[in-house]
């Protein structure tokens, strides 16, 4: 059964009563893993989305173990939701050294799996990077400036990224992440958002939530309205039709705004109630190739993926 679709009319409605927050399960770096496997398979990408898989699984290695006990500042966390900001604010963190404990650990996991070659020698060349080298690629990956950063180092800065705030986003007291006023950046980070999902369980039913590309917190917006000019005519959508799924029942689709150009993938988990943000997002790059051929532009990012772009 479809889940039901709820009108944007009805959304608005009862926004006060819909729940603003979902957060992504303890071990979603796991579960990701899980599901680049299960799409690598006959996917021309296949070897990518395995090594991305590999990513993902000494993220969660890092991440039920550890490497540091870094608490949150109770004060800074206090101070950021009586002035509505992000309580985790990257711009904070990234310039203190918290997060490069976690890169460290990662790295130090995937040295000793990998074989020499390309991957090897990004892992060695972020790890001997200098602190202030690092930050800068950090602060610069966060924000979209990807031409400023070596390319091939790219998956492993955005992978240390996430689970550092991961970690943290696990500490933070209950009621600290709330509705920040900027449905494009995330409340709980402020990083933008990756992509879209329409959740299709519960009180959840029906409703889009966007998902960060750092934290991966999800946070409710109205159905079609794009997400970055708050425009609600002539969007369109995108997909490809296969033998299992209509183009109209695709599980992905891309959400496209002639006002400003721009689109974002939705992931519909009543068509594959299994699928995930993240590895949909890098299962479906054809789409994005699709897009820019139809003259619409990507604004949302991925941290294992190096665009090209900024």
Not at 18 to 29: A, G, K, S, T, V
Not at 67 to 90: C, F, K, V, Y
Not at 215 to 233: F, G, M, P, Q, T
Request: glycine share 6%; aromatic share 8%.
């Amino acid at each position: 059964m479809s889940a039901q679709v709820l009108e944007p009319e009805q959304i608005a409605v009862s926004a006060t009563s819909l729940p603003y927050l979902h957060l992504p399960p303890e071990r979603l770096f796991a579960l990701r893993a899980e599901r680049l496997r299960y799409l690598a398979d006959d996917h021309p990408l296949g070897d990518y989305l395995r090594f991305v898989a590999r990513l993902c699984d000494a993220q969660q290695q890092v991440l039920d173990q550890p490497p540091a006990n870094l608490s949150l500042d109770a004060h800074r966390i206090e101070q950021s939701i009586e002035h509505g900001l992000p309580p985790l604010s990257t711009d904070m963190l990234l310039r203190e050294d918290g997060w490069l404990v976690f890169l460290d650990a990662l790295l130090e996991r995937l040295r000793s799996e990998v074989e020499p070659g390309t991957v090897a020698d990004a892992i060695r060349a972020l790890s001997d990077a200098s602190v202030d080298d690092r930050r800068a690629w950090a602060l610069m990956l966060l924000s979209g400036q990807y031409r400023s950063i070596p390319a091939a180092l790219v998956p492993f800065l955005g992978a240390g990224l996430q689970v550092a705030f991961s970690y943290w986003r696990v500490q933070l007291p209950e009621g600290a992440i709330k509705d920040i006023g900027s449905h494009q950046h995330c409340p709980c980070c402020g990083s933008p958002a990756m992509a879209g999902v329409i959740r299709h369980k519960g009180k959840y039913n029906g409703l889009r939530y966007l998902v960060c590309s750092l934290c991966a917190c999800e946070w409710h917006l109205v159905r079609v309205k794009c997400i970055h000019c708050d425009s609600s005519e002539g969007l369109k959508y995108f997909s490809f039709e296969n033998d299992k799924y209509a183009a109209d029942r695709a599980p992905i689709r891309a959400e496209a705004c002639p006002t400003c150009t721009s689109y974002l993938k939705l992931v519909y988990l009543d068509a594959d109630g299994n699928a995930e943000a993240l590895s949909a997002d890098l299962s479906s790059l054809a789409l994005d190739m699709r897009m820019d051929e139809e003259g619409f532009q990507r604004q949302t990012p991925n941290l294992m993926l190096a665009t090209g772009d900024g």
